[in-house]
């Protein structure tokens, strides 16, 4: 996701805001110590017009 | 997020009320002068947490009321620690004032009202163990399974064969 974001050049606050959840959900996302619920994943997805077993890979490890 | 009309308010509205309670019941027991003493406390109380209430942070989003999905496990799992300290503490002070001969039973009501809280919120929350399945016999891929090894016939359980799917 980090990735997507920083494509489209948006900060994390910036797109905390369009998905309507907190800048510090963004970043726990973001450095995989919270995995999103499907609602909040799909609305991910749909945000940057992914499909969302791509957005969110099972077999990736986010922190890394 | 939590949808609510002035959602900051609501977490110092219920610590004024409760607090305001409680500083009436100081004022029956030991005059209007302390009650007025515990109510000032209170009003800071509050104020205090309207303006945490309003921090950009976990902690100010939880109690700002404004909080959300991770925001709301987060506070989930805070209070599920501190009901954990509490009934510790319950039960230390529980010896404590039984070895020291005084009344018990604020504890063992509280307790008591924990515990059933506890099962009211199991039922309340979990899935109704009687209730009917509609998927019996498919996969969750709509495959049909199957049939349990006890609806096989006998024929066919002793030779390994599968009933017809």
Same mark, same amino acid.
């Given at each position: ?13 910036? %797109? ?49 | ?15 004024? %009320? ?17 009650? %007025? ?129």
């Amino acid at each position: 996701m980090r990735e997507q974001r920083i494509e489209a050049g948006l900060s994390q606050a910036d %797109l905390a805001a369009s998905l309507g959840v907190s800048r510090q959900t963004v970043i726990s996302i973001e450095s995989g110590r919270y995995l999103p619920s499907l609602p909040l994943a799909f609305r991910i997805a749909g945000f940057f017009v992914m499909p969302v077993e791509k957005m969110f890979d099972p077999e990736e490890d986010p922190s890394e | 997020m939590t949808r609510k009309k002035h959602p900051r308010l609501w977490t110092p509205s219920v610590a004024v %009320l409760a607090g305001t309670g409680i500083a009436c019941a100081v004022g029956i027991h030991k005059g209007w002068g302390s009650a %007025l003493v515990a109510e000032v406390v209170v009003l800071g109380w509050a104020f205090c947490l309207y303006m945490v209430g309003g921090d950009d942070t976990d902690a100010g989003a939880v109690i700002g009321q404004h909080d959300d999905e991770r925001q709301q496990l987060v506070g989930r799992r805070a209070a599920r620690l501190s009901l954990t300290v509490v009934l510790f503490a319950i039960v230390i002070l529980c010896v404590i004032a039984a070895a020291a001969h005084y009344a018990i039973w604020p504890f063992e009501v509280l307790v008591v009202v924990i515990a059933i809280s506890y099962f009211v919120g199991l039922g309340f929350y979990g899935v109704d163990p009687d209730a009917e399945a509609e998927d019996v016999g498919r996969s969750r891929f709509g495959w049909k399974l199957p049939p349990p090894q006890d609806h096989i016939d006998g024929d066919a359980a002793d030779s390994g064969r599968l009933g017809a799917c």
